[in-house]
C-alpha cells in the first residue's frame, strides 16, 4: 500500500488597501469575511513573513487583490477612523496562534477605547499575572493592528513603548481614541 502524501493548499484572504490618516492599511479576509490581518503598505513584508509564520501549518496564505470580501471591515474601518470608534469593535477576527497568543490577542479586545493598559495588566487578564514579557511578545506578534488594539498597551511610567506600525502611528491612535499617555519627547 503506497502512501502519498498531499501538499497542503495555502489560504486564500482577499487583500484590499485603505488610505487612512496614518498611512495605507492593507487589509486581509477570509471568505467567512473575518478580518485575519490588518497591517501598514510601509510593512507589507513583515506583514508577509509573519502570515508564512503562524499559517505555515495550513499551507501558508495567499493574498488576493482581486476579491472583494474586505469591504464590511474597510466601511468600519473607515468610520473608526473618521471618529466613530466604536465601529471597529464588531468586526469579526480569526488568527492562528498558539493558545496564549489567541487569549491575549482576545484580552486586547476587552480594552476600551480611550483607556490604556500596562504589560503587567495584559499579562494579568490574560490568566498568566507572571507572563508579563511573554503576554508582551504576543502583543508584539499580533497581526491584527488596531481592531485587536495593541497600540493600547504602554509601559507602566505611561510612556509609549513599541509598536509594529511605529511609535508616531501608536501615538496618533491613542490621541484619536483621546487616551491619556506619556507623549514621546522629541529629538531635538
Same mark, same amino acid.
Given at each position: 500500500? +503506497?502512501?502519498?502524501?498531499?501538499?497542503?493548499?495555502?489560504? @486564500?484572504?482577499?487583500?484590499s488597501?485603505? +488610505?487612512?490618516?496614518?498611512g495605507? $492599511?492593507?487589509?486581509?479576509?477570509?471568505?467567512?469575511?473575518?478580518? =485575519?490581518?490588518?497591517d501598514?503598505?510601509?510593512?507589507?513584508?513583515?506583514?508577509?513573513?509573519?502570515?508564512d509564520?503562524? %499559517?505555515? &501549518?495550513? *499551507?501558508?496564505?495567499?493574498?488576493?487583490?482581486?476579491?472583494?470580501?474586505?469591504?464590511?471591515?474597510?466601511?468600519?474601518?473607515? &468610520?473608526?477612523?473618521?471618529?466613530?470608534?466604536? !465601529?471597529?469593535?464588531?468586526?469579526?477576527?480569526?488568527?492562528?496562534?498558539?493558545?496564549?497568543?489567541?487569549?491575549?490577542?482576545? @484580552?486586547?479586545?476587552?480594552?476600551?477605547? *480611550?483607556?490604556?493598559?500596562? %504589560? @503587567?495588566?495584559? $499579562? @494579568? =487578564?490574560?490568566?498568566?499575572?507572571a !507572563?508579563?514579557?511573554? $503576554?508582551?511578545? &504576543?502583543?508584539?506578534?499580533?497581526?491584527?493592528?488596531?481592531?485587536?488594539?495593541?497600540?493600547?498597551?504602554?509601559?507602566?511610567?505611561?510612556?509609549?513603548?513599541? %509598536?509594529?506600525? *511605529?511609535?508616531?502611528?501608536?501615538?496618533?491612535?491613542? =490621541?484619536?481614541?483621546?487616551?491619556?499617555?506619556?507623549?514621546?519627547?522629541? !529629538?531635538?
Amino acid at each position: 500500500m +503506497e502512501i502519498i502524501a498531499m501538499k497542503k493548499q495555502p489560504l @486564500t484572504f482577499a487583500l484590499s488597501r485603505l +488610505e487612512t490618516p496614518i498611512g495605507v $492599511a492593507l487589509i486581509a479576509t477570509d471568505e467567512s469575511g473575518r478580518l =485575519r490581518v490588518l497591517d501598514w503598505e510601509d510593512h507589507a513584508e513583515r506583514m508577509q513573513r509573519g502570515l508564512d509564520r503562524i %499559517y505555515r &501549518a495550513s *499551507g501558508g496564505v495567499r493574498l488576493d487583490p482581486s476579491i472583494a470580501a474586505a469591504w464590511p471591515v474597510r466601511d468600519r474601518l473607515k &468610520a473608526f477612523f473618521a471618529g466613530d470608534l466604536a !465601529a471597529i469593535d464588531a468586526i469579526p477576527v480569526e488568527s492562528a496562534g498558539t493558545p496564549f497568543q489567541r487569549k491575549v490577542w482576545a @484580552t486586547l479586545r476587552k480594552i476600551p477605547a *480611550g483607556k490604556t493598559w500596562t %504589560y @503587567t495588566e495584559l $499579562a @494579568t =487578564r490574560s490568566g498568566r499575572a507572571a !507572563a508579563v514579557r511573554a $503576554a508582551g511578545a &504576543a502583543n508584539g506578534l499580533n497581526p491584527i493592528s488596531v481592531v485587536v488594539p495593541c497600540h493600547r498597551v504602554i509601559g507602566m511610567d505611561g510612556a509609549l513603548t513599541g %509598536y509594529g506600525g *511605529g511609535i508616531a502611528r501608536k501615538e496618533w491612535l491613542l =490621541r484619536h481614541e483621546g487616551a491619556a499617555f506619556k507623549a514621546q519627547k522629541s !529629538a531635538a
